[in-house]
């Protein structure tokens, strides 16, 4: 061990790997990203603990979970902060900004607002020009329920934009948090009795990419059944893998052939893509393709892989009714409401069920 205040003590500045707060739960980084510890490096770990007058002992331990895969992306930790306040003794509703701009094409993968006992709200957003998304919104802050909250879809920031937060405190007798009375002025500090205005940020670069596009021919299977081997013409497929796309987009309007920086070709005829992200694409087999073929992704970077590809005459699978793909098959009326015992189907003879399939084949007379 080794005495230190504030940072950590030493130069150069260390690389962020995590942080515990109250509240925190272990996480886990999407397939395919990681963060990096160098080889030869160190790790360092910083405990703050706060006096309460009563001797007492600490049994601290670090879980590190590597990973058991190919990387093709590091995960960033950066934060944004604001040292410079005062919250007003009194104040129910002092807020406190902090902004930056992006200065390169980023995915932001997980966020963390950080405040202490006199926090109420954290508002962290994305401006892209006129345009604002918001980041996260927490408009009832408890220092006891902090974390690390990632992204189902990470969010892309592109270079320019502006990453911002206000974030707001209670220094009034009516906060019961409050470990003050009666209030007094506070500024930034380490002591939980300060205050912190900040946010987290783990994020990928766009550019960046360590390997090739990596998958096999078992990685190619049905979109509705999930099963594999062969596929047909038309017939909608997912191929999972590590680095396939360069960011996560979605088709809209006329269906492309290239998506999230990516393209697919089956014997050279161009695939249409209805999703692509660095872990999945959906999309379609062309109808012209038969028998043993090959199927190339081709990265912005112009990093390929190829595997060889059968496509036989039919490949049927129903699209279920939830996402994995196990559960009951998508069955509805032709108004499109799903067919339940509340929604029966009629039995005089005119009811219609309409079920959603691929890999059927080809169909007579032209099809795009």
């Not at 809209?252 to 998506?259: Q, Y």
């Amino acid at each position: 061990g080794y005495s230190c205040f504030g940072d950590p003590g030493f130069n150069p500045d260390p690389s962020f790997i995590a942080a515990w707060a109250p509240g925190f739960t272990p996480s886990y980084l999407p397939p395919g990203m990681a963060m990096q510890v160098p080889k030869g490096g160190f790790m360092a770990l910083q405990v703050h603990y706060h006096l309460n007058g009563t001797a007492t002992t600490d049994q601290t331990q670090v879980g590190v979970y590597f990973t058991k895969g190919p990387v093709d992306k590091i995960v960033y930790f950066d934060v944004l902060l604001n040292p410079s306040f005062t919250i007003p003794a009194g104040n129910s509703h002092f807020p406190v900004t902090a902004h930056a701009t992006l200065p390169a094409d980023f995915h932001l993968v997980t966020i963390g607002p950080h405040m202490h006992l006199l926090g109420t709200e954290s508002h962290v957003s994305l401006a892209n020009g006129p345009a604002t998304a918001p980041l996260i919104d927490i408009n009832a802050w408890d220092f006891q329920w902090q974390n690390f909250y990632e992204y189902v879809q990470p969010v892309p920031a592109p270079t320019g934009s502006v990453v911002q937060f206000t974030e707001y405190f209670d220094n009034s007798v009516n906060n019961a948090k409050n470990p003050n009375s009666p209030p007094i002025p506070v500024s930034w500090g380490e002591q939980t009795t300060d205050e912190m205005a900040v946010a987290f940020f783990g994020f990928t670069l766009d550019t960046q990419h360590l390997i090739a596009p990596t998958f096999a021919e078992a990685n190619v299977v049905n979109a509705a059944s999930f099963s594999g081997g062969f596929v047909a013409p038309g017939g909608i497929v997912s191929l999972f893998g590590v680095g396939l796309g360069s960011n996560w987009a979605s088709a809209s309007g006329a269906v492309p052939t290239t998506l999230a920086k990516t393209k697919i070709s089956l014997g050279g005829v161009p695939a249409p893509l209805f999703y692509a992200s660095p872990s999945q694409v959906n999309l379609q087999i062309p109808y012209e393709v038969d028998g043993a073929t090959t199927l190339t992704l081709t990265r912005d970077d112009n990093d390929t892989t190829t595997v060889n590809l059968t496509v036989a005459a039919a490949q049927p699978g129903l699209f279920s009714a939830d996402s994995s793909g196990t559960g009951p098959a998508a069955a509805t009326l032709p108004d499109g409401s799903f067919l339940s015992s509340a929604n029966p189907v009629a039995t005089d003879g005119s009811g219609v069920v309409v079920l959603y399939a691929t890999g059927l084949g080809r169909v007579n007379g032209a099809a795009t």
